[in-house]
């Protein structure tokens, strides 16, 4: 196919740089038509009126959504399995940090589109083992329980300092079990949970993760072969990934309770179709399913966002996915915030993040050094005697967490306007949606956002159902949309038939 015959410039870019040969399949998949950039809203939004709730919740309704986070226990990004009033009374306890999460190294097997980490097969950073190790003792001395292992791929972690890798996983391991014993020496249990794009699982890594008990976080955005290896810059990733899945069921993933593992899937227009479908399987197989709304960040241009979702967009597809769940499943929760099952972020409640640079963050994806020093504590390389118990007390975090804290929005995310967040069940969703996006307030759309001091000031997810909830309270939602997205859904799905789905808009 030609290079120009693909209408965005920056799906353009990408073919440059893509390894995946553009078939006229997908094509398809990657021009889904799913939004025009016309307006959402038929006139501008207003804010809620003094007293005026977007989210007015029962106190059945608020147990409902406290019962489902007590049940998976610390799965989801950030702690979001787990019900913040635990890490709160953890807090008062006296653990000022309660999970770590370990960028372990910028290398990845990928080349992800959307990676907003910079990860490559190309990328050489990584956390060296002795530093990971003081940092475990100092982590087991003040009570951190649970520890996140990220990249890039942490598989492909290695440190010469270990010697040879003689076969995949091996210097992974040596850090598993480093802290499993730091732990033991001390007669106390960490938790591990790592992020892992699944291709690189073979059956001894699956046998090795099961006898350590790791929760998984794997990748799994679309059941179309195709598109997942475009998404991931690689040929052939698709059946990879689906290999990893089956050894990681082999050994009992989904089946034994003691073996989690949650998908998460990027949620962008190209993906957004085949979402329920994808969600059957991955239900099926016994897994948790988690589903991220892309926004402008990392690779996720501008042009993705604007052609791609919106507040409606999610609202409608977790209605549906609720609804599946129900059916199917016999599970049952009714969506509110911008995560899937009302799970949310807890990362910034009293978690920590050590990029592969050494820079000690807020998390994951919040502005770095480049943008702004707010959110980075401290670097383990260039911080001379860098000490994590130290930051863990100091006025520094504790003011800072006060600022997050304070941190509403205006419009849906606040204690007067959302019952979520008057619970402590939702602080303003995802903080880096609202540093790198915003809501225009005149169309509905997602927009770029214009200060990333929002991560912490101004929370307000775009991406939240509630914005749609807030916009038909108005009648200023575009008629028909929520319809159209939901007949939509039903009609690109394989799995689910329309008859046992009527339309709820
Ligand atoms: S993102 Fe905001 S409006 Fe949505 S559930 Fe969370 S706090 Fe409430
Ligand atoms: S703020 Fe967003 S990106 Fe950061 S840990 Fe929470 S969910 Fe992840």
């Known amino acids: 196919m030609a290079l120009e015959t693909l209408t965005t410039t920056n799906e353009q870019d990408r073919i440059v740089k893509s390894k995946v040969p553009i078939t006229p399949t997908l094509e398809k998949l990657l021009n889904p038509n799913l939004h025009k950039k016309e307006p959402i809203f038929t006139s501008p939004l207003k804010k809620p009126k003094e007293g005026e709730k977007v989210y007015d919740l029962s106190p059945e309704q608020i147990k409902a959504i406290q019962e489902l986070r007590g049940a998976v226990v610390d799965l989801h990004p950030g702690m979001g399995g787990v019900v913040p009033s635990k890490l709160i009374q953890m807090i008062e306890d006296g653990i000022p940090v309660t999970s770590l999460d370990f960028m372990m190294t910028k290398g990845c097997n990928f080349e992800c589109t959307w990676c907003y980490a910079g990860s490559s097969p190309f990328a050489t950073e990584f956390l060296p083992f002795n530093k990971l190790e003081s940092i475990t003792q100092e982590a087991a001395d003040i009570g951190v329980s649970l520890f996140i292992l990220t990249g890039g791929e942490p598989l492909t972690y290695k440190d010469p300092a270990l010697g040879k890798v003689n076969h995949r996983g091996e210097h992974f391991f040596k850090v598993v079990e480093m802290i499993k014993n730091t732990y033991e020496r001390q007669g106390k249990e960490a938790k591990i949970l790592t992020f892992d794009d699944v291709a690189l699982i073979n059956e001894r890594i699956a046998e090795q993760f099961a006898h350590y008990k790791i929760g998984l976080c794997t990748k799994g955005d679309t059941l179309h072969p195709e598109l997942q290896d475009y998404k991931v810059n690689q040929v052939g990733a698709f059946k990879k990934m689906e290999k990893g899945n089956e050894n990681l069921i082999k050994v009992g993933y989904g089946k034994n309770p003691d073996l989690r593992n949650v998908v998460n899937s990027v949620f962008d227009h190209t993906t957004f179709d085949g979402m329920p479908d994808l969600h059957m399987l991955v239900k099926e197989r016994g897994f948790d399913h988690s589903i991220v709304p892309i926004h402008f960040c990392g690779n996720a241009g501008d042009e993705d966002q604007e052609a791609g979702i919106h507040s409606p967009h999610v609202k409608v597809l977790y209605d549906l996915l609720s609804k599946v769940d129900e059916k199917y499943f016999d599970e049952h929760w009714e969506p509110w915030s911008a995560f899937t099952y009302n799970k949310t972020c807890n990362r910034n409640l009293s978690g920590l993040h ?10 994951s994806e919040s ?3 480049d943008e702004t020093d707010r959110y980075t504590f401290g670097n383990i390389f260039t911080d001379e005697n860098f000490s994590l118990e130290e930051l863990a007390f100091s006025n520094r975090l504790a003011n800072y967490r006060t600022e997050f804290a304070e941190g509403s929005g205006t419009y849906v995310c606040a204690p007067d306007i959302c019952d979520l967040n008057a619970n402590d069940l939702c602080r303003g969703g995802c903080a880096v949606r609202s540093a790198y996006s915003g809501i225009n307030y005149e169309t509905g759309l997602i927009e770029e956002g214009t200060d990333v001091h929002n991560y912490s000031t ?16 108005q009648g200023i939602l575009k008629e028909g949309l929520l319809s159209a997205i939901h007949e939509r859904l039903l009609e690109k799905s394989e799995k689910l038939d329309i008859k046992d789905f009527p339309n709820p808009y």
């Open 367 to 369: 502005p770095g050094r």
């Open 458 to 473: 101004h929370r307000e997810d775009p991406l939240c159902p509630a914005w749609t909830k807030l916009a038909l309270t």
């Open 354 to 363: 050590i990029r592969a640079n050494g820079d000690v963050t807020s998390c």
